[in-house]
């Protein structure tokens, strides 16, 4: 198993902790929050680890799916409240200023998007309260996963904010709109048996501990199958939810002439004729023009 702690930014003694654990190990990545007294928190530091963290992910090919969980009580309590004291301000006493709140909104929502267009699926561990910034995240992963005593709350509302980071944009596409303006506009709580009604969750369970077993058995399941097929596969999705039916479908013909592999489906077939488990190679590292030239 690999680890990787992101380093905490020294600018005050609150952040001295790192806000994620990150591990890797047989395929399967896991980035945890890791600050549960302070109920997981989104502080500054939490933005510069998340990127990070997603952009390790992205660039090294070596895992293949990603179990998003956290620690404590609560999965996350949303944004921290001093947030705005570490030297980010939202100005609004003047033209420019209030331009600036766009580009900041704009930087923050940009790791949350980061996360939801992963080569990978995303798996969320869910405990607790998933509050504010919280369902913004999980609207992120590919597929929810939660304990019993868990509630959503888009609590913005509650004080005198609009969710501005995704939730209005990404929670229609998962449960019926009249739900998500009950949620936005009253700052009520959703409990877990109501998220899985509604198809937010796709199942729950007792406690903490079997949410993240689920989590991880569902993981090794998707880390078994070859790992191009399964990235092809959440692009479909994501472009069908966007688009119509045929635009969707003359898409998939161009996504398929890319990712269509005839050593995976002969070694997915010999495996099963086999009884053995199937082989397929990770994704490439991916490198951009910004890396480093190679020696």
């Known amino acids: 198993m690999s680890k990787v702690e992101t380093a905490p930014s020294p600018d005050t003694a609150a952040e001295a902790a790192p806000c994620f654990v990150l591990t890797v190990e047989r395929g399967i990545a896991h980035l945890q929050m890791s600050r549960p007294q302070a109920m997981n928190t989104m502080n500054p530091q939490f933005w510069r680890e998340l990127e990070t963290s997603v952009d390790t992910l992205q660039r090294s090919g070596q895992a293949r799916v990603l179990i998003l969980s956290s620690t404590g ?17 939202m100005d609004s006493s003047s033209v420019g200023g209030r331009g600036n709140i ?11 998007t980061k996360l939801a267009e992963l080569r990978m699926p995303v798996i969320a561990a869910i405990q607790g309260g998933c509050i504010g910034g919280g369902v913004d995240l999980i609207c992120c992963a590919d597929i929810r996963l939660a304990t019993r ?77 070859p790992p191009a097929a399964i990235w092809g ?15 969707s479908l003359k898409y998939m013909g161009t996504l398929q002439s890319g990712f269509w592999d005839p050593a995976s489906v002969t070694e997915a077939i010999e495996a099963r004729k086999a009884g053995r488990a199937a082989e397929f190679p990770d994704l490439p590292a991916l490198r951009t023009f910004t890396d480093p030239p190679q020696a």
Not at 102 to 112: I, K, P, T
Not at 182 to 202: I, K
């Open 149 to 225: 005593d868990s509630f959503f709350c888009i609590q913005e509302i509650n004080i005198g904010m609009i969710a501005d980071l995704g939730t209005l944009q990404r929670l229609p596409k998962l449960i019926p709109d009249a739900l998500v303006r009950e949620m936005a506009y009253t700052g009520c709580r959703l409990p877990a048996s109501r998220a899985l009604t509604h198809g937010l969750v796709n199942e729950t369970f007792e406690n903490h501990d079997a949410v993240l077993a689920a989590a991880q058995a569902m993981a090794r399941e998707i880390a078994s199958k």
């Open 73 to 89: 009580k609560h999965f996350t309590a949303g944004m921290a409240l001093d947030m705005f004291s570490s030297g980010i301000t």
């Open 102 to 112: 766009a580009l900041m909104l704009d930087d923050m929502q940009r790791a949350f």
């Open 233 to 247: 596969s959440k692009q479909a999705i994501n472009f069908a939810r966007d688009h119509g039916v045929t635009d």
